[in-house]
């Protein structure tokens, strides 16, 4: 809270930490929607947005770091989440393949 901002992680761990937020993202959403009996578009606001939003705490826990989602005012982990989870339903939905949903 009153502790001084960390350091801006280097380049490598910026682009490691979008890939990984897709991928969650991505794995949330095509788990919710497999597996929940509900309306898809809560399950993958849902599934898209805990399983991108948890992975990026754990990654900031067992990196030693305090969370960024909960310490920073400028991640906007739970967005990205769900709109890559969103694409990718859609994409889905649209009738696509898994490598173009991936794309897209």
């Known amino acids: 809270f009153l502790a001084p901002a960390p350091p801006p992680p280097p380049l490598a761990t910026e682009l490691a930490d979008a890939v990984s937020l897709g991928a969650f993202a991505i794995i949330g959403t095509q788990t919710a929607v497999k597996t929940?009996?509900?309306h898809p578009l809560p399950a993958?606001?849902?599934g898209s947005m805990a399983?991108?939003?948890f992975g990026g705490v754990v990654?900031?826990?067992l990196a030693g770091r305090?969370?960024?989602i909960m310490?920073?005012?400028?991640?906007?982990?739970?967005?990205?989440?769900?709109a890559t989870g969103a694409a990718?339903?859609?994409?889905?939905?649209?009738?696509?393949?898994?490598w173009a949903r991936l794309a897209g």
Do not use: K, M, N
């Open 36 to 38: 929940v009996a509900i």
């Open 44 to 46: 993958i606001i849902l």
């Open 51 to 53: 399983t991108a939003t």
């Open 59 to 61: 990654r900031d826990v």
């Open 66 to 68: 305090p969370p960024r």
């Open 71 to 82: 310490h920073s005012h400028q991640e906007i982990y739970a967005g990205a989440a769900v």
């Open 88 to 98: 990718y339903a859609a994409a889905g939905l649209a009738g696509a393949g898994f």
